[in-house]
């Protein structure tokens, strides 16, 4: 009995948590305020589960930012390489991706290669015994009983925060990584993002003081959403949201902008603002949400870069997609020297190694070699 108290109190660095609050159900967890629920998945001052992009501060995407370029650095020799490869080689990944991906999937696997990190997956709820009649909290439990880690990708809003709200009350906490939730969160694609601004801004001052554009359906799109809350970590920065009225971003986030100093510019115009831009992010429509073909009254025309969009973009902007691009921007763009999109391809699977030697605390390693 004591040694099992002792072990309950340490889940989530023992002193964080009540015991009242890990006697709350999930619904009523739920209703929580964002900065109560992420003291939930950190432990130790630091983020355990890696759910939304609110848990993220300046001072951890810098951390970031850095173990990503030591990273790539050691990475470029065979030695060091090699070396990578061992730093976690006694853990094991689930990729439990129960929603189409390319990127987002493979950049995981990738990564965890890169590392030493063997992994194994579950691609579809049909051919795991969810299809028996198991729960959702016994499928994450079991996942949690063979691996270290669980990075996970789901249809539906909240599963990842609820899976490790599922975890986080057992004797195996292990942590969770969201690679896409339903249409609210995608933050590994915002710090894949973050990095890619970033460093393309680095010889003019970084991505302080930038105006972004966010392009496209910013009701549905999760990427969108996860960077937009990223970049209130960045001082003066300016937002122009573009999209059709029906696909605007929700007011939760526009006002989340609003409270932590973004200059906020919500506009159905495209071509109009794209010159006031240094960066324009452009998003696809996300049709596999709609519930009455919300999407066919979408102008595809209009949100578009083509050639001729690209005369009114500044020669010193650039021009990212999370990927996969449908219309929004046409093959012929790619060659333009603005055009970072494969950049940020790239770059995902580098920002994936960097979360998972800081989710395993090895940073100091990386620094020392
Ligand atoms: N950007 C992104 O999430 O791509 P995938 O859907 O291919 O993973």
Sequence with gaps: M????KKLRGINGGSMFSQKLRNLDWKKFQALPTHKRKEYF?????????????????????????????????HKTKDGAKWLSSLLSTKKAMLYFTQPSTRTYLSFVTACQTLGIQTADVRSSQTSSEMKGETFEDT????????????????????????????????????????GSG????????LLDIYTL??????????????????????RGRTVHSLSYLLTNYNKMKIILSSPEQF???????????????????TTEFKKFLPDA????????QDEHDTNNESSS??????????????????TSFILHPLPRIFEIKREVDKDPRAIYWRQVRNGMWARVALLIYLFRLEEKIFDR
């Design 248 to 266: 605007r971003m929700g007011t939760e986030i526009t006002e989340f902008l609003k409270i932590n100093n973004i200059e906020l510019l919500e």
């Design 278 to 285: 240094d960066a324009v992010y452009m998003t696809r429509i």
């Design 198 to 219: 970033q460093k393309s801004f680095s010889d003019v001052g970084g991505l302080d003081n930038k105006t972004i554009m966010m392009v496209g359906d910013l009701k």
């Design 183 to 190: 249409k609210d969160q995608h933050p590994t694609q915002a």
């Design 298 to 315: 979408y102008d595809k025309k209009k949100y578009t870069i083509d050639q001729e969009a690209l005369k009114d973009i500044k020669p």
């Design 2 to 5: 004591v040694n099992i108290k």
């Design 140 to 179: 994450i439990q079991t996942f949690s009983s063979y691996f270290d880690v669980i990075i996970m990708r789901n249809p539906h809003e909240g599963h990842a925060e609820k899976a490790s709200f599922v975890l986080n009350n057992t004797l195996r906490p292990i942590p969770i990584i969201n690679a």
């Design 42 to 74: 950190a432990k130790d001052g630091r983020i355990f589960d890696v759910l939304f992009s609110q848990q993220f501060s300046r001072a951890t995407l810098d951390l970031l930012y850095r173990i990503i370029n030591k990273v790539r650095h050691i």
